[in-house]
């Protein structure tokens, strides 16, 4: 059936004034991450998206996040889904260098930070409950600092996983543990394990393998997308404490990445990839999220994120569970299309790039115009109007759902929007960096085991 329906797509796409424009390639091959923001991906190849613009896209799942950036760097993938520091980590040669962009932002939200089950019981006598006896959310991660004490009093180092150094939940994890007064330790050019001072020693496990991870006892605790978090609570294993809509309301998550010259050598593909792309993001959320079971359906498969569609859908239905039982509504907690959810905004970039700088990634002070140039470097809204603005001609877009008149900088985040009650400007990056309590500013630099300066 499936191939059916993408012959009749493909003979309509040939038929469709789509195709008046000349496609430099049309063969392509992305990759991704078993993760449920891949959607988009999916859901532009499954409705036949991609193929109303006359491209034929294979998907190829990877094996993490360090593959997935070899093979767009090395020519293997056109393109991927991406972790967001992804392309900035590249373009500022932290890393592999190579200068990568993104003329699409993928999702927000979608993260959450979980703990095995005996360390949730030694955090709860420190959560305040409801009136009907739950835990009181968000949970601020000063409810495991006694627990982490505790652990080092006793010798025993207290780990936590996150998905890839320059990664949205390495960085998320970080500013959770920093807001409950935790010390999750500093990169230095010649330290790259981000354990320099740590209270909670944060190391690499890829998504899927979180959960097995956690039951191994190898780690306590790990910061992932869905449906890793979902998972450990069908197997019983641990308890999500906070998700990241709790820890920042509407902030960024995935980017879809190629190279600064696959973007210069093939503008009409790039536009056609990002027309296919906005049009998934629109159908996942249309009519709130009308569409969202059929999108668990495909998502299930094996070849997308092939975890159970129930736990799947635990999340990417607008509900969100935390232990057994205690499942509550999060209607935002993946956003596709809404907010401007797909527009890369510079200001997300800058934030990217001064929890960067915060815990010493990029080692050295920089100035509020570097990272403005850096952000204008990678991230590329004008390609992403270019695509909305042909989608709307056609009809296949509302002229309303689109920031036409934005300079690249959203509003400032306000405080109660944050969990640690810090505001955020994208305009001001050195001065939010100020406003942090744990972490670098200024010109301080990691030394040795000190910070200095």
């Given at each position: 059936?499936?191939?059916?329906?993408l012959t009749?797509s493909a003979t309509t796409a040939?038929?469709?004034p789509?195709?008046a424009?000349?496609?430099?390639?049309?063969?392509?091959?992305?990759g991704?991450?078993?993760?449920t923001?891949?959607?988009?991906?999916?859901v532009?190849y499954?409705?036949?998206?991609f193929l109303?613009e006359?491209?034929?896209v294979?998907?190829e799942?990877?094996a993490?996040?360090?593959?997935?950036?070899?093979?767009?760097?090395?020519g293997?993938l056109?393109?991927a889904?991406?972790?967001a520091?992804?392309p900035?980590?590249?373009?500022?040669?932290?890393?592999t260098?190579?200068?990568?962009?993104?003329?699409?932002?993928?999702?927000l939200?979608g993260?959450?930070i979980?703990v095995?089950?005996a360390?949730?019981?030694?955090m709860k006598p420190?959560?305040p409950?409801?009136?009907?006896?739950?835990?009181?959310h968000?949970?601020?991660?000063?409810?495991?600092?006694?627990?982490?004490?505790k652990?080092?009093?006793?010798?025993?180092p207290?780990?936590?996983g996150m998905v890839?150094?320059?990664s949205t939940?390495n960085?998320?994890l970080?500013y959770?543990?920093?807001?409950?007064g935790?010390?999750p330790?500093?990169y230095?050019?010649?330290n790259?394990?981000?354990?320099i001072?740590?209270d909670?020693?944060?190391s690499?496990?890829?998504?899927?393998?979180?959960?097995a991870t956690?039951e191994?006892?190898?780690?306590y605790?790990?910061?992932?997308?869905?449906?890793w978090?979902?998972?450990a609570v069908?197997?019983?294993?641990g308890v999500?404490?906070?998700t990241?809509y709790e820890?920042?309301?509407?902030?960024?998550e995935k980017v879809?990445g190629?190279?600064?010259?696959?973007?210069?050598?093939y503008?009409n593909?790039?536009?056609?990839?990002?027309?296919?792309?906005?049009r998934a993001?629109?159908?996942l959320?249309e009519n709130?999220?009308?569409n969202r079971?059929?999108?668990?359906?495909m998502?299930?498969q094996?070849?997308?994120?092939?975890?159970?569609?129930?736990?799947i859908?635990?999340?990417?239905t607008?509900?969100f569970e935390?232990?057994?039982g205690?499942?509550?509504?999060v209607?935002?907690?993946?956003?596709?299309f809404?907010?401007?959810?797909?527009?890369?905004?510079?200001s997300?970039?800058v934030w990217y790039?001064?929890?960067m700088?915060?815990?010493?990634?990029i080692a050295?002070?920089k100035?509020?115009e570097?990272?403005?140039?850096v952000a204008?470097?990678?991230?590329k809204?004008e390609?992403?109007?270019d695509?909305?603005?042909a989608l709307v001609?056609?009809g296949?877009?509302?002229e309303?759902?689109f920031?036409?008149d934005s300079?690249g900088?959203k509003?400032?985040t306000?405080?109660e929007?944050?969990?640690d009650?810090?505001?955020?400007?994208?305009?001001?990056?050195?001065?939010?960096?100020?406003?942090?309590?744990i972490g670098?500013k200024?010109e301080q630099?990691?030394v040795?085991?000190?910070?200095?300066?």
């Amino acid at each position: 059936m499936k191939n059916l329906l993408l012959t009749l797509s493909a003979t309509t796409a040939l038929a469709s004034p789509l195709l008046a424009q000349d496609l430099e390639k049309d063969e392509l091959t992305f990759g991704f991450i078993k993760l449920t923001d891949m959607a988009p991906l999916a859901v532009a190849y499954e409705n036949g998206y991609f193929l109303d613009e006359g491209l034929f896209v294979t998907l190829e799942a990877q094996a993490n996040w360090k593959v997935l950036l070899d093979g767009v760097i090395g020519g293997q993938l056109d393109g991927a889904h991406m972790l967001a520091g992804q392309p900035l980590a590249a373009t500022i040669g932290y890393g592999t260098e190579a200068h990568i962009v993104t003329p699409f932002s993928m999702d927000l939200n979608g993260n959450g930070i979980t703990v095995s089950n005996a360390i949730w019981e030694e955090m709860k006598p420190n959560i305040p409950t409801n009136a009907d006896g739950l835990p009181q959310h968000p949970i601020s991660a000063s409810a495991l600092k006694p627990v982490v004490e505790k652990y080092k009093s006793e010798g025993k180092p207290f780990n936590m996983g996150m998905v890839f150094p320059v990664s949205t939940h390495n960085y998320e994890l970080r500013y959770w543990l920093a807001a409950g007064g935790l010390e999750p330790g500093y990169y230095s050019p010649e330290n790259v394990t981000g354990q320099i001072g740590a209270d909670v020693l944060l190391s690499v496990t890829p998504p899927p393998q979180m959960p097995a991870t956690l039951e191994a006892g190898t780690i306590y605790g790990y910061c992932v997308g869905e449906p890793w978090n979902q998972a450990a609570v069908f197997k019983g294993i641990g308890v999500p404490v906070i998700t990241d809509y709790e820890l920042w309301k509407n902030n960024p998550e995935k980017v879809f990445g190629i190279t600064a010259e696959f973007a210069e050598q093939y503008p009409n593909t790039t536009k056609a990839v990002v027309k296919a792309l906005i049009r998934a993001a629109m159908w996942l959320d249309e009519n709130d999220n009308a569409n969202r079971m059929e999108a668990v359906e495909m998502l299930s498969q094996p070849e997308y994120v092939g975890a159970d569609a129930e736990v799947i859908a635990n999340s990417m239905t607008g509900t969100f569970e935390y232990e057994k039982g205690d499942k509550r509504e999060v209607p935002d907690f993946n956003v596709f299309f809404r907010y401007n959810a797909t527009y890369p905004y510079y200001s997300d970039a800058v934030w990217y790039l001064t929890q960067m700088r915060r815990w010493g990634q990029i080692a050295e002070a920089k100035s509020d115009e570097w990272y403005d140039e850096v952000a204008k470097s990678v991230y590329k809204p004008e390609i992403y109007l270019d695509a909305a603005r042909a989608l709307v001609d056609e009809g296949l877009a509302d002229e309303a759902d689109f920031p036409w008149d934005s300079d690249g900088y959203k509003a400032a985040t306000p405080a109660e929007d944050v969990i640690d009650g810090i505001g955020y400007d994208g305009r001001q990056p050195n001065a939010y960096l100020e406003s942090l309590p744990i972490g670098l500013k200024g010109e301080q630099t990691v030394v040795g085991t000190e910070i200095e300066g």
